[in-house]
């Protein structure tokens, strides 16, 4: 009451990523935009003859011996890579494998940098593969890198343990900068730093207040200029009840307290909550 099954499988040829090309990209070098790719990589290469296939999105702009000579391009690693690219290429470490999930994951990669230079609408309107003469496998993007912002005029609502003055010194962004959201919530504390410390949410939180809260709000957008809003929310200071430890069966709870920069009654400070965890590692119990 069963039936056999086989499956045949043909593997084919393994396909090895070629040449990986942008289109539209003005601002940004194609060379500092496939850095970002970290899982799309092309292969290496030396031939006397370079490919002349031509992509979907047009004929891809070649850089000149003339103009590499005019932009000083003997002193600059990068524009003599630029100019061998399509002749000699080495890439050390790299299978050149084409993997469609971490293709998607590239793509986003190019769109997190171009935000981070202030392309904040920068977006990828077409990709496209298709397969050389030799079998390999070309990659062609095309982008549309929008117009670059910055930052306006950033006002605080809501504090009132510190001033507009000190927590702009704190924030380090000022008016006309390039304009960053990554850099922006980081200085905000939205992601932690290492230390705990060195953001907006790192002062306070040193000083009791656990429950603060600061969100930035798109105020005004004009030309290219953004003007944005902090609104602040400080909460009351908490301070340390209990500190329970639990789990150690082979140290006794003393070696632990006297370890702790944490102690009952004081007020709550992520900077001794992360000293705490890190000399307790240190002991290597």
């Known amino acids: 009451n069963s039936n056999q099954m086989v499956i045949t499988v043909d593997k084919g040829k393994k396909v090895r990523i070629n040449e990986i090309g942008f289109f539209g990209n003005e ?8 850095k970002q790719m970290k899982g799309t990589k092309e292969m290496s ?24 000579t005019k932009d000083w391009g003997f002193l600059s690693l990068t524009k003599t890579k630029r100019l061998l690219d399509p002749w000699f ?6 299978g050149a494998k084409f993997d469609a999930k971490k293709y998607d994951e590239d793509k986003e990669k190019v769109l997190d940098y171009y935000n981070s230079l202030g392309y904040r609408d920068a977006q990828i309107v077409g990709d496209t593969q298709y397969t050389t003469p030799k ?40 008016k006309g900068d390039v304009y960053n959201i990554s850099i922006l919530n980081k200085r905000l504390g939205k992601e932690a730093s290492q230390d705990g410390g060195g953001d907006i949410s790192g002062y306070y939180m040193d000083d009791g207040y656990l429950f603060f809260r600061a969100e ?13 809003e902090i609104r602040i929310t400080e909460g009351p200071q908490a301070r340390i009840k209990n500190v329970t430890i639990a789990g150690n069966e082979k140290t006794k709870d003393y070696v632990i307290r006297r370890e702790l920069r944490t102690v009952p009654g004081e007020l709550f400070s992520r ?9 307790l590692a240190n002991l290597q119990f």
Do not use: C
């Open 89 to 94: 290429r080495f890439k050390l470490f790299s």
């Open 135 to 174: 079998g390999n496998l070309n990659i062609d993007l095309k982008v549309e890198e929008g117009r670059q912002y910055y930052f306006g005029n950033i006002a605080w609502k809501g504090n009132s343990k510190f001033s507009d003055s000190l927590l702009n010194v704190i924030l380090g962004i000022n």
């Open 271 to 279: 900077t001794d909550l992360i000293r705490s965890q890190r000399e």
């Open 27 to 34: 601002s940004v070098d194609g060379l500092r935009l496939k």
């Open 216 to 228: 930035p709000v798109e105020t005004a957008v004009y030309n290219d200029t953004i003007d944005y």
């Open 45 to 68: 290469k030396a031939t006397l003859k370079a490919d002349n296939e031509e992509s979907p999105y047009g004929q891809k702009k070649k850089y000149s011996f003339s103009q590499y």
